[in-house]
């Protein structure tokens, strides 16, 4: 069946560096790609989304490229900040009819000033 | 952000009582879901719906059930609350499933729930 797998966590970054949070998914057919973000008691919103190969999301300075060929959908960012610090999803939607999501464990980032 | 509220937002019950959960939308959306996040999983699907009184089961719906009477609100019920449902509990709804932006998901804060 479909599956997402992330990179472990957490990462710890300084303030100002670059971001890497690596994405590779299962799935059949055409799958949409999502990464949600969770800030500390709160639920998820939805930070960027692809929904067909080389399609480029971003938001906020985060960008992340669906790449059918590597079946990944890596999230990056430039220049990060603590306000930052959060739970990374990233989440397909498969070809079925019901809308479910298929997240992954989530990566949790760490921003030092 | 989107209209989405659940109720309650914390709750502590004890094994073998029942629980019910409530998320209510403001949004007029057509389906909703139910997934309880964990450590280590992510989010899960328990259940989801796609219209008023049609619904069906997610990966993970043993001991669960859940109602849909009306548009606007998604009833989660542990018939008989057990420790492994011990959990944090999210709502989410789309306008639809289909691509062209209406399937994205939008989340509701999520119901803390500790089975003791």
């Known amino acids: 069946g479909d599956s997402v797998t992330q990179m472990e966590g957490p990462v710890t970054l300084s303030e100002e560096a670059f971001l890497t949070i690596n994405c590779t998914y299962t799935a059949t057919g055409y799958p949409s790609l999502f990464w949600y973000v969770q800030y500390p008691g709160e639920g998820l919103q939805l930070l960027l989304k692809a929904t067909k190969a080389d399609d480029k999301g971003s938001n906020k300075g985060f960008e992340a490229t669906y790449r059918k060929e590597t079946t990944s959908f890596h999230l990056e960012k430039g220049s990060v900040q603590v306000s930052d610090s959060a739970v990374y999803f990233c989440?397909?939607?498969?070809?079925?009819?019901?809308?479910?999501?298929?997240f992954g464990q989530g990566t949790t980032l760490q921003v030092k000033p | 952000d989107a209209g989405i509220t659940q109720s309650p937002r914390h709750k502590v019950t004890e094994t073998g009582t029942p629980v019910t959960l409530r998320c209510h939308q403001t949004e007029n959306h057509r389906y909703m879901y139910w997934y309880r996040q964990d450590p280590g999983h992510g989010l899960r699907l328990i259940h989801y719906?796609?219209?008023?009184?049609?619904?069906d089961k997610g990966e993970v719906s043993d001991g669960y059930s859940v109602s849909r009477s009306k548009t606007e609100d998604f009833l989660l019920t542990l018939e008989s609350a057990t420790s492994s449902q011990t959990s944090v509990y999210f709502c989410?709804?789309?306008?639809?499933?289909?691509?062209?932006?209406?399937?994205?998901?939008?989340f509701g804060p999520g119901t803390r729930l500790l089975v003791l």
């Open positions: 989410a709804i789309s306008e639809s499933t289909r691509l062209a932006g209406g399937e994205t998901q939008y």
């Open positions: 989440a397909l939607k498969g070809s079925s009819n019901t809308g479910k999501l298929i």
């Open positions: 719906s796609y219209g008023v009184k049609d619904t």
